[in-house]
């Protein structure tokens, strides 16, 4: 059982005992990503993402992965368009050393202007490398075509915006948005070993206070767009459809999630059945499912030869707008459910894994995760209501993203 406690009146923690393990794992979520970030800024939660691994107050570079890496254990970061995550998984014996370098580098980051300097190269080049993935291209074109506030603004920033950063300006939005107030911990471990973490948690915070962010969602445009991109040296087109869809608040999220693992999720979905396997005209097919606080988006993805795509494209709408009447769409459904239940039930043997379930789950509902109940919920989902929800998910006209061989 997940139990909540929080520390001076200001930091939320989640402890998840599993007693059967011999590692903790600590997960650090700030309630700050990408939407949260002004036009002049954008990429600077990512970049003090990268640099707070560049030293703290108390740590230099090698004193912050070391002490974690020699134990076997791991460290890393990522950050998204609502949060920042920084994590640890270690054994039981660097239990202590993992929670205190964690919250040393998300409360005691230093900003040295020649390591920020170095740092935004690394990023620079993690931008260029992103222009030339056709996959990441599609993707960020959509963004664009589809979201009218800051969901258009890619995670990584812009060459032009990164380059203005500077140690000053990523010291002051640090100081403002990494407070105990905007962050929540997740501890999974032995339960004897959480409660003794526990105890040391109060000393790490820092003397600063702040606010609770709310978590954004995108605003969709108006005017429903499709925009194509030419490139050198591809051989294949790769697209991406968007349809509007139900937020993670309404009675369609479960239908919702059902309908994105039955249509796209495994070598046994009936896109990649007919697509891939029956009609041989992709090598990558696959549908998802995004929900936010107020709206979400559907998202089919595809990958085929130019001399294909008109086919595939026809099947893959023939297949979603024909849903209601195929005559084994119950057998689907069902693969939909036990696959999407079976997954959430797999999350619990890695302890990470369950930690970031646990933690997405009370992020987004503010609720204690139940698998159990969870499962419960995916399983009671009807025929009627998965198909009704198909149908006023796909009813909308698709944002469209293509990327293609140029010429």
């Known amino acids: 059982m997940i139990e909540k406690v929080v520390i001076d009146n200001r930091l939320e923690v989640l402890l998840l005992p599993r007693d ?33 691994f560049r030293g703290t107050e108390n740590r230099n570079m090698v004193e912050i992965k070391r ?8 460290i890393n970061a990522f ?19 993992g929670l205190e370098i964690i919250m040393d580098i998300i409360f005691n980051a230093k900003f040295d202007e020649n390591e920020i300097e170095k740092e935004k190269r690394i990023v620079l080049d993690e931008i260029a490398m992103y222009e030339d993935e056709p996959v ?19 995670i990584l920033g812009t060459k032009e915006s990164v380059s203005k950063l500077n140690a000053e300006i990523l010291k002051d ?9 905007n962050t929540v911990l997740m501890l999974v471990g032995p339960g004897k ?3 003794k973490l526990v105890l040391k948690i109060g000393s790490l915070l820092p003397e600063r206070k702040g606010k609770k962010n709310k978590f954004n969602s995108p605003v969709f445009k108006e005017s429903v767009q499709r925009k194509e991109k030419e490139k050198e040296e591809l051989s294949q087109i790769y697209v991406s459809y ?6 993670k608040m309404s009675k369609d999220f479960y239908p919702s999630m059902v309908l994105k693992t039955f249509l796209g999720s495994g070598m046994s979905s009936l896109l990649f059945t007919r697509i891939r396997e029956e009609a041989g005209l992709a090598y990558e097919i696959s549908a998802d499912y995004s929900g936010y606080n107020e709206t979400g988006v559907f998202n089919i993805f595809a990958a085929t030869v130019p001399e294909n795509f008109e086919r595939l494209n026809g099947i893959i709408f023939d297949t979603i707008n024909n849903l209601k009447n195929m005559e084994d769409i119950e057998k689907w459904i069902e693969y939909g459910k036990k696959r999407l239940s079976g997954r959430y039930m797999l999350e619990t043997e890695n302890s990470l894994n369950f930690g970031f379930l646990a933690l997405d789950y009370y992020l987004a509902f503010d609720k204690i995760i139940d698998i159990d109940n969870i499962v419960n919920i995916i399983n009671a989902q009807s025929k009627k209501d998965i198909l009704d929800n198909a149908i006023k998910i796909f009813e909308n006209e698709p944002y469209i993203s293509v990327v293609k061989p140029k010429g």
Do not use: C, W
């Not at 002490?67 to 791991?74: D, L, N, T, Y």
């Not at 939005?173 to 107030?181: A, C, D, L, N, V």
């Open 193 to 195: 070993e959480l409660e």
């Open 173 to 181: 939005y640090y100081s403002r948005e990494y407070t105990p107030e």
């Open 242 to 247: 968007a349809f509007k869809a139900p937020s």
């Open 79 to 97: 950050t998204g368009k609502n949060l920042t995550a920084y994590y640890a998984k270690v054994p039981l014996t660097a239990s202590e050393i």
């Open 67 to 74: 002490p974690i890496e020699e134990f076997g254990g791991s």
């Open 20 to 52: 059967t393990i011999r590692s903790v794992s600590v997960i650090a979520a700030v309630r700050n990503g990408s939407s949260h970030e002004r036009e002049e800024v954008m990429g600077i939660s990512h970049l003090i993402e990268h640099s707070v």
């Open 136 to 154: 990441d291209n599609v993707f960020e074109q959509l963004n664009k075509i589809m979201f009218s506030n800051t969901f258009a603004n890619p």
